[in-house]
């Protein structure tokens, strides 16, 4: 117990510690090397504390309570510890891919900017994560906001970049407050607002309270998790912050949204309505499928990215919404079965989609290009970052022997349970969801298919791309862990569904799913087995090689530009599904006066996205046009605005008397 | 033990054999235009030649070209070993095989696919593309008919769901397994690359899918290809054999028995063989943008047969 | 005759799936010539229905009207059909006003509503809910393939169906009409169809076309 309590005041001290002590020391080089080294050791501790806690069964409690003026309580249960032991080791990850990503990227004053926020951004996530307390959360919560909005801005100033964090904190702030009204919907009915007092009053609640927090809870969640239509910062912010801050903001950040929401949906409010499930399942259905469709449209490398993780967030939602609908209608076994699924993506997506962004980061870092259009032909010349992504990649779409397909099977077999209830509704709902699961697993396949195939395969195509090398042992040490950690749990999925049944028993209490849960790692590696075996097999086959020209159709040879690109590669799917994307084509041929004989043809597409069109800007037209007619009554004239105080000061106490 | 051995036997005739089916559809063909045909073994003695062949490598490729077809060939024999055919049980099986059946043979079609990107050639990027685009659409309906047979039994495996069907009687058609034949048969067409969707024989690489995607393999690559493409064929084929009429599969160990189970797969498979002949032989290739409408078909009949494993319950 | 007793229990128990079937398929068809099939087959299944019940219940007159069924609707009004397409050298294919993903969708969902709809009733009618539904799909159906095709030739089969559906719902509720009002609704239809195809030569005839929305033309 002391050993656990030590362990975690050390990694929480750390990060506080940094710029306390050692920010007078920025300039020197020596700051850039102590600083990653403690922000490991503390991820370290971290993860430790969450392993003791979990071995000995004892929570460690942090109680800052008598120092401050509100209830500060962090505590690990089990489902803190499960998000606290992802955060560490993907932060621990990407800390050693930092090193060199950020001394190869930025200048001294920037390297310390982001070394003096990683660690404070890295510990407001396990504050909201460990928090035990309304307070304490909340204060996480907008602290985590506030540094990675300082983290995105460390990588330059631009007014587009300047609206785009706008529109962020923005978002967030809305989100929050969301949030926290639904704590202190709470409050008539509990003396305070740790967790164990909130836990207690969920089950008392009147219906119409209980609703109004769930919805709140909902909506601000699902704006940190970036559901569609909530969904407008994502694509603004994760593209234009460094990679590893990326990968931190895509994989863990945006999963204490889903912290949150199961938190709030399993644990506080133990009687969820069935429609409660319906509407996260719709919410998870629109994010994932146009999710994936948007970034399948993407030629930004990391825009792609940031759509993705819309889909895979939609993904989630999907077993959350399952999960929550098995709840209502009684069938703990496969709400707990469903809530393993949703955890279960959760930790698949912070291990492949931190890897893809460091990834992303890698190229950028030896090309100094985000654009597909320009990439090609970088495995030959980045072996060992090429296979880190080209696993990430298969893990993504959800192929077997890579850890996605754990988690989209077990998503699967919960819908499928979906047939036994007894609900005609759920009977239909949840087996069709199913359908749409396996759409966007189609559709991710393709996406990632034309990723990788185009940027890493094939001949390059500008120069850029042509130069590339392969980036210091550092970063590709930093995407290997974890993209081994992805084989691993793909080749042995006990070692993720262990843990998760834990989790999800201990916010379950009667669902008993140990036998549903032993079934793939009893088939994976076999299945496993058979794959490798057979492709031992046919790598035995002798055979000689002899490089020759490709078909060209006669001519002497095509160039790297007749390849297939990124945006024609998913030129049908986007034809297929032209409603969703509106393009805007435009194309000019020069001169214009002589049509049959063009000197230039010029082409332009553009597309946006529809959500902006025709959901935001009437709102925003809207508050425009409010704010125009208050502004009427700003005439300047100082006694006006003295008269509008008098008005104000007649008509409340004409109201008072009126209410009396 | 005998059940096991029965298994792998039933594996080997499926994994040795498929190269038959794609003869015997030829075959048939030939015969409806009233050609000669080709003997039924060529296959085997065209896997032969390549097999001994060099393979040709083009430039600027990396290992994955090379790669990519073993992939598809190690996950697509697999996949056959999740199929019952001859017997009542299968090698691997387990509940919720078919959702692992529908991804192994993505994982092998995913790595075809960057094999074809690869090659850095046009054709071989735009056979990809395409075959992305089919893969795609086809797997919301392939899943869903699945996910409604598998409903309907109340089972979650292949084998199970087979001996289901079986101790129904013959003539009960109920309208989740129509509906759903509909959605799968159509899916097997696009999953196999069989006319209307693409052309098997085609000679003219802006029509070809799958044929442009493997352009650029050649010897052993090629070799396996092939093989692993007649081997998904013939999985498929059982696949919807096993699920709608499997009839006279063997529920015993017997000799007769398994004879019996043996006789009717193959007579089911010939039938099969020749109806796909005749549609071959009868019907044009769809345009490449209405295959979409085509898969959008199959996806509302899989819903629908989902949607009536619920209203049929009541 | 255990046979024949077999076949007509199992024609009452597996009619509904194949009245749907039909009418997704017409409901996809892109050609004429598949349209018209999938009415004959249609058709058939209920020739098949009638003749069930005529065994069931013994009756001599639902065995003619069975035989006309086949006659009129499966043999007859489909020739009738092909000639006046051959006749009429129209482009072959339906002219759908929607793509026939939705146009398949919409079905489906026509005939879910059709269940719902019917559910309430079949515990008072004492009927099997499938057929009742299925003969409320043909009639929504009907409807819809009317408002969703531009051919002439296509309502003329849409009202063909519209007309199965209320045939089909009138045998399930009554077990057989009476002969002379079949015999009169069977009239009816030829000289519907007969009139129709009249009409559609008129229409080519007089806009070289059997596009209906070329009709407007007709507005003062």
Not at chain 2, 225 to 238: C, N, R
Not at chain 2, 277 to 285: H, N
Request: hydrophobic fraction near 55%; charged fraction near 10%; proline fraction near 5%.
């Amino acid at each position: 117990m002391q050993l656990t309590r030590l362990f975690f005041d050390l990694h929480l001290a750390i990060p506080v510690a940094i710029p306390l002590i050692l920010l007078p020391g920025w300039r020197s080089s020596r700051y850039r090397r102590v600083v990653p080294v403690l922000l490991f050791v503390s991820m370290f501790l971290g993860a430790a504390t969450t392993l003791l806690s979990w071995r000995t069964g004892q929570l460690p409690i942090v109680d800052l309570s008598h120092l401050l003026p509100f209830p500060f309580v962090l505590t690990l249960d089990r489902l803190s510890s499960l998000f606290v032991f992802l955060i560490c080791a993907v932060t621990a990850a990407t800390t050693v891919f930092s090193v060199a990503y950020i001394e190869r990227h930025y200048g001294t004053g920037q390297q310390a900017w982001i070394w003096t926020f990683l660690p404070l951004f890295v510990l407001s996530m396990v504050l909201v994560v460990t928090a035990a307390s309304a307070f304490a959360f909340l204060f996480g919560w907008e602290l985590m906001t506030v540094f990675s909005a300082a983290l995105v801005a460390a990588d330059g100033d631009s007014p587009e970049r300047r609206h785009n964090l706008l529109i962020y904190l923005l978002m967030m702030h809305a989100g929050a407050a969301a949030v926290a009204a639904s704590f202190f919907l709470f409050l008539p009915y509990t003396h305070g607002l740790t967790f164990t007092q909130i836990r207690a009053a969920g089950g008392t609640l009147p219906g119409r309270t209980a609703i109004a927090i769930y919805l709140l809870a909902f909506l601000g969640f699902s704006t940190k998790a970036g559901v569609i239509p909530l969904h407008l910062w994502l694509p603004r912010t994760h593209p234009i912050a460094p990679s590893p801050v990326s990968a931190l903001m895509s994989g863990v950040m945006l999963k204490t949204a889903v912290y949150g929401l199961v938190r709030f949906g399993f644990d506080f409010l133990p009687h969820p309505a069935a429609w409660w499930g319906y509407l996260v399942l719709l919410a998870g259905v629109v994010s994932s499928v146009l999710g994936i469709l948007y970034a399948l449209a993407e030629r930004d490398l990391k825009r792609l990215l940031a759509y993705s993780s819309v889909e895979n967030i939609g993904i989630i939602y999907l077993g959350l919404g399952a999960a929550l609908i098995f709840q209502a209608y009684q069938a703990p076994m496969w709400a707990s079965l469903a809530l393993v699924a949703a955890l279960a993506h959760t930790v698949n997506h912070a291990l492949f989609k931190s890897v893809l962004f460091m990834g992303a980061g890698s190229v950028s870092t030896t090309t100094h290009t985000l654009n597909l259009d320009e990439l090609g032909g970088l495995f030959a010349r980045m072996p060992y970052t090429g296979a880190t992504l080209l696993v990430a990649c298969c893990s993504i779409a959800g192929l077997p022997l890579f850890n996605g397909f754990v988690s989209e099977w077990l998503t699967f077999r919960s819908f499928l349970a979906g047939a036994t209830l007894p609900s005609p509704v759920a009977q239909i709902i949840l087996p069709l969801a199913a359908g749409v699961l396996a759409l966007v697993g189609g559709l991710a396949a393709a996406c990632f298919m034309g990723l990788f195939g185009t940027a890493f395969l094939g001949r390059p195509r500008g120069v850029a791309a042509k130069s590339a090398g392969e980036v210091p042992f550092g970063m590709c040490l930093g995407t290997g862990v974890l993209a081994l950690a992805c084989v691993a749990v793909g080749v042995y999925p006990a070692l993720l569904l262990g843990p998760l049944s834990l989790v999800a028993a201990s916010l379950i209490p009667s669902g008993n799913v140990a036998q549903e849960l032993s079934l793939l790692p009893r088939v994976l590696p076999i299945l496993t087995t058979c794959v490798v075996g057979i492709l031992l097999l046919a790598m035995a086959i002798p055979r000689a090689t002899r490089v020759t020209a490709i078909w060209a159709c006669g001519l002497p040879t095509l160039s790297p530009r007749m390849q297939y690109t990124p945006t024609v590669f998913s030129k049908p799917l986007r034809s297929v599904f032209a409603a969703v994307y509106r393009p805007n084509r435009k194309i000019e041929v020069l001169p214009a006066d002589q049509p049959y004989f063009p000197v230039a043809v010029s082409y332009r597409s553009e597309r946006t996205t529809s959500f902006e069109q025709s959901l935001y800007r009437p709102a925003v037209d809207a508050i425009v046009a409010a704010a125009n007619q208050v502004r009427r009554l700003h005439t300047g004239n100082v006694q006006m605005y003295l008269l509008y105080i008098f008005l104000t000061l007649v008509s409340l106490l004409a109201l008072v008397k009126v209410l009396r | 033990m005998t059940t096991a051995a029965a298994n792998v036997l039933q594996y080997l005739l499926l994994v040795l054999g498929a190269p038959l089916l794609r003869a015997l559809i030829a075959r048939v063909k030939a015969v409806i235009q009233r050609r000669q045909g080709t003997n039924l073994w060529r296959p085997y003695a065209d896997l032969l030649k390549l097999f001994r062949k060099e393979d040709l490598v083009p430039p600027d490729s990396s290992p994955l070209f090379r790669f990519a077809p073993m992939m598809l060939a190690a996950s697509t024999f697999v996949a056959a070993a999740l199929v019952p055919t001859v017997n009542q049980s299968a090698l691997l099986a387990f509940a919720g095989d078919f959702i692992v059946l529908v991804y192994v043979l993505a994982l092998g079609r995913f790595f075809m696919g960057l094999g074809a990107l690869d090659g850095s050639s046009s054709f071989a990027g735009m056979g990809a593309s395409r075959e992305a685009m089919i893969s795609a659409l086809a797997e919301a309906p392939l899943l869903l008919g699945l996910i409604a047979v598998a409903i309907l039994a109340g089972q979650g495996n292949i084998v199970e769901i087979v001996r289901w069907t079986l101790s129904q009687n013959f003539f009960d058609v109920s309208a989740v397994h129509a509906v759903a034949f509909a959605a799968l048969a159509m899916v097997a067409i696009a999953e196999t690359g069989r006319m209307p969707v693409d052309n098997p024989t085609t000679h003219l690489e802006l029509t070809m899918i799958h044929e442009a995607m493997v352009l650029e393999y050649s010897g052993p690559s090629l070799a396996l290809i092939e093989w692993a493409q007649a081997v998904k064929l013939t999985v498929v084929l059982s696949l919807l054999i096993g699920l709608f009429a499997p009839w006279g599969m063997a529920a015993n160990l017997t000799l007769a028995g398994l004879a019996l189970g043996l006789g009717a797969y193959l007579l089911k498979l010939v039938v099969l063989a020749i109806v796909i002949a005749v549609l071959e032989s009868s019907i044009a290739k769809l345009r490449m943008y209405m295959v979409p409408e085509f898969l959008g078909i199959a996806t509302a009949l899989g819903a629908l047969a989902v949607v009536f494993t619920a209203l049929l319950r009541r | 005759m255990v046979l024949v007793d077999l076949a007509a229990s199992k024609a009452m128990g597996s009619a509904a799936v194949l009245l749907f079937l039909t009418v997704l398929m017409l409901a996809a068809a892109k050609r004429m010539s598949t349209s018209i099939v999938a009415f004959a087959l249609q058709s058939a299944v209920l020739a098949a229905q009638v003749l069930a019940v005529a065994h069931i219940h013994r009756s001599t007159e639902s065995y003619v009207i069975g035989g006309l069924v086949i006659l009129i609707k499966v043999l007859g009004i489909p020739y009738a059909l092909f000639r006046l397409v051959d006749k009429l050298q129209a482009p072959r294919d339906v002219k759908l006003s929607l793509s026939p993903v939705y146009s398949v969708f919409i079905t489906a969902g026509l005939i879910f509503l059709s269940f719902t709809a019917v559910h309430t009733y079949v515990q008072e009618l004492r009927v099997s809910e499938d057929v009742l539904a299925a003969a409320v799909a043909l009639i929504l159906s009907g409807a819809f393939l009317m408002v969703s095709h531009g051919k002439a030739l296509m309502q003329i089969i849409a009202l063909l169906v519209l007309e199965n559906g209320i045939f089909l719902a009138a045998l399930i509720t009554t077990f057989g009409m009476p002969m002379i009002i079949e015999i009169g609704v069977f009239f009816d239809l030829i000289m519907g169809v007969l009139l129709m195809g009249v009409f559609a030569f008129r229409i080519r005839d007089t806009f070289e076309h059997l596009d209906v929305s070329k009709l407007r033309r007709l507005r003062g």
